[in-house]
């Protein structure tokens, strides 16, 4: 069984422009959450897909946008990134509308410069 | 949204049980304790989650207050491999979204 995979590892960015991360939820999960974690602190709930649609928001801007795919996996899509962007963005699948454990990948380190 | 706090941080010596506690004293009746972990360089992990009951998995336990507004996690023989930042967490029972705190980074002595 394949866990969650997160593309890319380490991305850098500057002021302005747009970035898309990818997100491959383990096999049978149907409900992707997407997660901002700032250096030294806990991570901060951005959105989550259920079955193709948007379940559920945090507090961030319509600047960051997703996408989840008939087969799960997902998008997180960031317009006009701003330099507190930067940060590691993580990705966590589960069964059933995420009520209980969350399978996290690796995540994203993006850097905007 | 209700809040969870933790200590900074915590010491504890190998093959020693661990007490790790929150108090979450805004908690409302609807909202799930979960705990996750995270290992340096990796994401978070999954380590047990209640909403009343005490709790057991392979991993710890979770002893929830009569009153629900603290918990505490135990680890009942710490490893160095245990030695992570441990969060506790809220889960909205209504929409699912958990809502972190800072963590408290658990070293463990050998």
């Known amino acids: 069984e394949t866990g969650v995979t997160q593309s890319p590892t380490h991305l850098i960015k500057t002021r302005g422009q747009q970035v898309t991360l990818r997100c491959s939820s383990q096999?049978?999960?149907?409900?992707v959450s997407w997660y901002q974690q700032a250096l030294g602190q806990g991570p901060q709930f951005i959105f989550q897909y259920y079955r193709e649609e948007e379940n559920g928001r945090g507090n961030f801007p319509p600047r960051f946008s997703g996408l989840q795919f008939p087969n799960y996996s997902s998008e997180l899509n960031v317009n006009a990134l701003e330099l507190d962007d930067s940060a590691l963005y993580l990705c966590a699948s589960s069964p059933y509308g995420g009520s209980d454990e969350q399978f996290f990948g690796p995540g994203t380190r993006l850097t905007v410069l | 949204d209700a809040k969870t706090t933790q200590p900074n941080s915590m010491e504890s010596n190998e093959e020693e049980p661990v007490h790790l506690p929150c108090n979450h004293s805004t908690i409302s009746g609807t909202d799930y304790i979960h705990w996750y972990r995270q290992l340096p360089s990796q994401g978070p992990e999954y380590v047990i989650h209640?909403?009343?009951?005490?709790v057991n998995n392979r991993m710890a336990s979770l002893a929830i207050a009569e009153d629900r507004k603290s918990s505490t996690l135990i680890l009942h023989r710490a490893t160095l491999r245990d030695a992570a930042v441990y969060y506790c967490i809220l889960r909205d029972g209504s929409n699912y979204q958990l809502i972190w705190g800072a963590g408290t980074k658990l070293i463990i002595k050998p």
């Open positions: 209640g909403l009343t009951s005490n």
């Open positions: 096999s049978g999960h149907n409900t």
